[in-house]
């Protein structure tokens, strides 16, 4: 199933001839380094840049037989580099390869992910200063509470997706390591020097210490990351979901020419893309679980959490990157109603302004206690019998020995609504350039 959600670079990253390619990388960067060393005649390192290779339908061979694929991936590589091989693998176990070519395919899934975030960045600026002053009402517990803007909503989007590029940067310094030190971690058969300069070559920096494996709490830190992504991008469907609701109908998914909504009632326009963002980010936040019982291994290492990797890291970056491009895509072709958030301002007839009658009666020096009671008192009425707030606080006695008919009428105005946006605004985008 995950092929129908893999775009294309993203699914290219985490192919077996990419995970071999790296594998290839490290050996070389380390066969590199013990010539530096002395260790490997610089004409033999020649010869083995000039031939190695390896096939993978050889190394499928070689695996069924010895049931191990580093050794399947280096005897296949030893076909194609011949008598030269002897010098491939020196000093190193499996997971000096393993390790150091995961940290390289996960910086380069960070930066597929880095990249592909910014049409998704740059479309939420977009659309929040285009709606910036289009009033709609606020929603509390589903409820309908006081105006806000629909660019505010927007803007509020933006600096979460702001936050989760930062989470990206900090997840791909916390992957950019690497281990070449052997079966247990101690360097017996090799020299630091080895690793220094192999993981230089490489792009990625050495592990403090480590034991047979790099610790899994970066491996977990870096799906920690795509799950509050994911989280961030399902809360963004959640909500346009909501707001196609028939009975909001303030924002739809676009509907294109030949798309069906139901077998069985044509009438139907349903938010599919959003509900199937929703789903994806379900099985992205259950991998992170995974990754992080992978933390504990026994002793200095047991694989274990192999076979799960397998599975859940490029998992994770496809079906992350997948809902990025859909989110962004949505958002760029979304039809928005402001038409309908107006008519859904007037739903409750003057009822979300009910805070700001409680103010004004406060500011006449009554008690708050009072002041709730007179309008909550009006409210409830209001929302029982279907009746106009505004009307019920002009027609109420106590209140307007309190309030002018001028006082009660200006604080059904929209407007002080508006006055501070461009402050939350500016706030927002004023280091930018």
């Not at 509050?228 to 346009?240: P, Q």
């Not at 291994?297 to 496809?318: M, T, Y």
Request: aromatic share 6%; charged share 30%; hydrophobic share 40%.
């Amino acid at each position: 199933m995950i092929e129908r959600y893999t775009r294309a670079e993203m699914g290219a990253i985490w192919t077996e001839e990419n995970k071999y390619q790296k594998w290839l990388d490290v050996e070389l960067a380390v066969c590199e380094a013990w010539t530096k060393a002395g260790e490997i005649p610089s004409q033999a390192l020649k010869r083995i840049k000039d031939k190695a290779g390896f096939s993978i339908k050889r190394i499928e061979e070689i695996e069924k037989v010895v049931k191990h694929d580093v050794i399947a991936f280096l005897t296949s590589v030893a076909e194609k580099v011949g008598e030269d091989s002897r010098f491939i693998h020196l000093g190193l176990t499996s997971y000096d390869v393993v390790d150091t070519a995961l940290s390289l395919l996960i910086k380069e899934a960070l930066g597929k992910i880095q990249k592909d975030i910014t049409p998704l960045k740059d479309t939420l600026k977009d659309e929040a200063l285009r709606y910036k002053k289009t009033a709609m009402i606020g929603r509390t517990h589903g409820v309908h509470a006081e105006p806000i803007t629909f660019g505010v909503k927007l803007l509020v989007w933006y600096e979460e997706i702001k936050r989760q590029l930062l989470r990206l940067e900090n997840a791909l310094e916390v992957i950019s390591y690497g281990r070449i030190s052997g079966s247990v971690g101690t360097y017996i058969h090799l020299d630091p020097k080895i690793e220094l300069y192999a993981l230089k070559k490489l792009g990625l920096k050495p592990s403090a210490v480590s034991t047979q494996v790099l610790q899994r709490d970066r491996h977990a830190e870096v799906l920690s990351v795509l799950a509050l992504l994911a989280s961030s991008l399902d809360k963004f469907a959640v909500e346009i979901r909501h707001l196609q609701r028939t009975e909001v109908l303030e924002v739809e998914e676009a509907f294109t020419k030949g798309q069906k909504g139901s077998s069985s009632m044509p009438h139907k326009m349903n938010p599919v893309r959003t509900e199937r963002i929703s789903g994806l980010a379900r099985i992205v936040r259950s991998n992170l679980q995974a990754a992080l019982e992978n933390i504990s291994l026994w002793h200095e290492r047991d694989i274990s959490h192999s076979s799960a990797e397998r599975i859940i890291i490029p998992d994770s970056f496809i079906l992350t990157d997948f809902i990025l491009a859909e989110t962004a895509d949505i958002i760029k072709n979304w039809k928005v109603n402001a038409g309908r958030m107006k008519e859904n301002i007037d739903l409750t007839r003057g009822l979300i302004f009910s805070q700001s009658v409680l103010l004004a009666l406060t500011k006449k020096g009554i008690s708050r206690e009072q002041a709730f009671r007179l309008v909550q008192r009006n409210s409830l009425k209001a929302w029982k019998e279907r009746l106009d707030f505004k009307d019920l606080m002009q027609s109420d006695k106590e209140i307007r020995e309190i309030l002018t008919k001028e006082e009660v009428n200006s604080c059904f105005s929209l407007q002080p609504y508006l006055e501070k946006i461009d402050y939350i605004f500016d706030r927002v985008l004023r280091d930018e350039s």
